[in-house]
């Protein structure tokens, strides 16, 4: 909920034309920036077939009806959205958003054609309390029933790990720490849909990104990407992070 339209049209605008100023960029890797409800038809209008894509912050478990105040799926496709971060660490502690109601939202974005970014990340007391992985594999397991029954369909889905005392925070988690839960979840994937197609499901890293450490994050071998927040709010470390990624 950081800044109006003007803002976001300002803020996609800069980063669309550093992107096609970035043509290898472009090739190895995706960019797509999630911004609130409220831009995203104004800025679907304005990226067109632009390289740079466009997701959404949360949705509707439902496709359409009566749920006042809710956003569906369809809507966001309507809008151009082609992708949607559900459980984001807010989503679940602000508004009370279990691991069922992530679950069920990830089965209804792949309904509704939209690829799910899936949050998972401990807080800082399941830290030091030594859970850490244990609430992972809790969030991940919860929501892997709800993939389509396809392969090639499941390596869509996309995974951000976020320690949630890292985000926003300025706390960055050490690449060991990321790296260590990333194969983890890489690992849990295997287990449950093989190794082909935990080898090719995304999981990104998020939680104080910055160009100062994306480097050295997204040199890590489990560590795809990264969710950013506060960093991308500013169009230039924006794309100082989209230039750390390995060629
Ligand atoms: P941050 O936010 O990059 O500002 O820590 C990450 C997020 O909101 O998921």
Redesign the pocket.
Known sequence: MNGLLETAQELAGAIQTGLTEREEKRVVCEVLICPPFTALSALHQQLGESSLKLGAQDMAVESSGAYTGEVSGLMLRNVGCRYVILG?SERRSYYGETDEVVAAKTASAYRDGLTPIVCVGETLEEREAGKTLEVIDRQVNAMLPSLPETDSKRQTLVIAY?PVW???TGKVATTEQAQEVHAHIRAQLAKALGDATAGKIRILY????KPGNAKELLAQTDIDGG?????ALNANDFLAIVDSLPN
């Open positions: 984001h976020e890292a985000i926003g998020g939680g104080s990104m969710l950013i927040g506060g960093a």
